[in-house]
């Protein structure tokens, strides 16, 4: 299976700071078709998972343009350029190209 | 408005079974693969498997072959997740979730059912 390994598993972050997440596969997410499966979701606490991130850098349905997501191949990296309070929660990529879909670490984001 | 509207919490005993329920409104879940994923705060989401309601095709996370069954009733528009053989280790919180167009798309998620098991 693909293993994806986020970093860091834990940011902390004032308002108004920009912050990067990284992840990293096991293996190259570049489909023979030419897409690369890789998403950003967010946990938020005690909510769902919210779709922010699809196919590496398209921004998803309603999502913030302070979300950008960017990457190739093994390497990704979500970016919110600005944070703000209601940005906190759990960060994960999950990947599509190889089966079974996998989810990285997870990375929390406090706010300070 | 595309909904997923997950059973309410259970607890169980260990050895015994569960039946999870996800009724989806606002589209036809023919249309869509419908996925599910575990939650344990520890331990972060884990994909369980997918199910095409269109033609009752599954597909599992190798950990969950064994563990998890999926099927959906097209006339009620809600699909089903039955965990088996509890343990502890199946304490979670469990998502539904309807994909996309693309794999690993998952565009909409029930509000997840919190399943306790203890004896």
């Known amino acids: 299976d693909v293993v994806l390994t986020q970093t860091p598993p834990t940011s902390s972050a004032t308002i108004g700071q920009s912050v990067s997440i990284s992840c990293r596969s096991s293996q190259s997410l570049l489909d023979s078709d030419g897409n690369t499966y890789l998403y950003w979701y967010l946990q938020r606490p005690s909510q769902s998972p919210q779709l922010l991130i699809y196919?590496?850098?398209k921004l998803g349905s309603g999502v913030p343009n302070r979300f950008s997501g960017s990457g190739s191949g093994t390497d990704f990296t979500l970016k919110i350029s600005g944070v703000e309070a209601e940005d906190l929660g759990v960060y994960y990529c999950v990947q599509g190209t190889h089966d079974p879909l996998t989810f990285g670490s997870g990375t929390k984001l406090e706010i300070k | 408005e595309v909904q997923l509207q997950q059973s309410g919490p259970e607890l169980r005993r260990p050895g015994s079974s569960v039946k999870l329920s996800c009724k989806a409104s606002g589209y036809s879940i023919t249309d869509y693969l419908m996925h599910w994923v575990k939650h344990r705060p520890e331990h972060g989401l884990e994909w369980i498997g997918w199910?095409?309601?269109?033609?009752?095709?599954?597909k599992y996370a190798q950990k969950f072959q064994s563990k998890a069954t999926l099927t959906a009733d097209t006339s009620s528009n809600t699909a089903y997740m039955q965990l088996s053989s509890l343990t502890s280790e199946d304490t979670a919180t469990y998502f539904c979730a309807r994909g996309g167009v693309y794999y690993g798309l998952l565009l909409n998620w029930g509000q997840g059912v919190m399943v306790t098991v203890s004896s």
């Open positions: 196919l590496v850098s």
């Open positions: 199910i095409d309601p269109e033609d009752g095709e599954t």
